[in-house]
């Protein structure tokens, strides 16, 4: 019965191995992995989530989201802040209004499946 174990243990490993192997050949380089941490911590923040959530539905400027979200402007400004160095949301100058965005359709997936999987 050892020899079996033996031999059965020896063919988990040799599988493994294989395994092994193929991950290592497919794993992304380790700045990509901290980068994608990154994103994921930017997500971390309910403020900031609610924040990409209003610019699902609509472009908008500071003063109105704060409005939104019973929020002072400053606030919202330092969360955008770190939305657009995370490259969520971008923005354009109409006039003297700075109005934000999604940056692309990525954040909205994002943000889409991510509610369809707290909701399963």
Aim: proline share 1%.
């Amino acid at each position: 019965m050892s020899e079996k174990k033996n031999a059965d243990h020896s063919e988990y490993i040799r599988v493994h191995d294989d395994t092994i192997e193929k991950i290592n050949e497919t794993m992304p380089e380790e700045e990509l992995l901290y980068d994608l941490a990154e994103l994921f911590r930017i997500f971390g923040d309910s403020t900031r989530i609610k924040i990409l959530y209003v610019l699902l539905q609509s472009e908008m400027c500071v003063r109105d989201i704060a409005q939104i979200l019973n929020m002072n402007q400053s606030a919202i400004s330092h969360q955008l802040r770190a939305l657009k160095q995370s490259k969520l949301v971008r923005y354009r100058r109409e006039g003297k209004t700075i109005l934000y965005s999604l940056s692309d359709d990525h954040v909205n997936m994002i943000i889409d499946q991510g509610m369809e999987h707290i909701s399963e």
